[in-house]
């Protein structure tokens, strides 16, 4: 049985199923009981493996959100967690790897209202951890100049969290591009993207897109490639890091 077939008989992404048997994320007892009746395994076999997923399942700090974090967003979380490299771009908003608390409070708060507020917050800075830990994810952001001007939170706030940017730039994994409206129309006006690889070089990378009620993960390795050139058109045309670091320190003492 192909991993098409299967994934679309457990009703699960291809991306999902595959990392699942490389034990790059944990399985769920009652997708063990899917595949298990998918795979025909019955018996002691099957009730030894249930038993094995109820007691050694292994649980990414994310899943202590599930309450807040929707499951199609918990996958990306998982992803971003196993990435060697992202790649991103934003129009309107800082991606969630660069935001200060107060920043996703407000991003939250006017995307979904105040339930679970906190906590959400609290994931989105756990998130951030890929960034400073031993073996740190190397991150590149293309922004829209929109991002640096939309006044999310106030002054006080947007001031805070630019220079906030700007002291994340200058770490030797970030890489941080202003795309200005000086440089006029663009291939990926309509699409912002994330673009995440993985160290084990035969992991394939996946292209991930989302909005508020869902996520997909697109792993077909000509859009991948596609995105992956519109990334490095969108750097070229942008401001270099330097360039980008003088606008993010400008932005931010217009709101001071």
């Given at each position: 049985m192909t991993l098409d077939v299967a994934a679309r008989q457990l009703d699960m992404s291809k991306s999902n199923l595959s990392r699942i048997e490389t034990a790059q994320i944990g399985i769920k007892p009652r997708d063990v009981r899917a595949a298990l009746a998918l795979y025909q395994v019955t018996g002691a076999d099957a009730d030894a493996l249930i038993e094995i997923a109820r007691g050694a399942q292994q649980r990414g700090w994310w899943q202590n959100y599930s309450d807040v974090l929707p499951e199609w967003f918990e996958f990306y979380v998982g992803l971003e967690a196993e990435a060697a490299t992202v790649r991103t771009y934003e129009?309107?908003?800082v991606p969630g790897l660069l935001q200060t608390e107060a920043y996703a409070r407000e991003i939250y708060r006017i995307t979904a209202g105040e339930d679970?507020?906190?906590?959400?917050?609290?994931?989105r800075l756990h998130r951030q951890d890929?960034?400073?830990?031993?073996s740190p994810v190397r991150l590149s952001v293309v922004l829209n100049e929109a991002v640096l001007l939309r006044a999310v939170?106030?002054?006080?706030?947007?001031?805070?969290?630019l220079s906030h940017m700007a002291r994340l730039a200058q770490l030797p994994n970030v890489t941080i591009h202003v795309l200005p409206f000086s440089a006029g129309g663009h291939p990926a006006m309509s699409t912002p993207y994330v673009i995440l690889s993985f160290p084990d070089a035969a992991d394939a990378s996946v292209v991930y897109l989302d909005n508020l009620t869902m996520g997909l993960a697109l792993e077909d390795v000509a859009q991948v490639h596609g995105y992956s050139l519109l990334h490095e058109e969108l750097?070229?045309?942008?401001?270099?890091?330097?360039?980008?670091l003088t606008r993010l320190e400008q932005a931010s003492?217009?709101?001071a």
């Open positions: 129009a309107e908003s679970g507020i906190e906590r959400k917050v609290a994931a890929v960034l400073h830990r031993d939170g106030g002054p006080a706030v947007m001031a805070a969290q750097c070229r045309m942008a401001l270099d890091p330097a360039a980008s003492r217009n709101f």
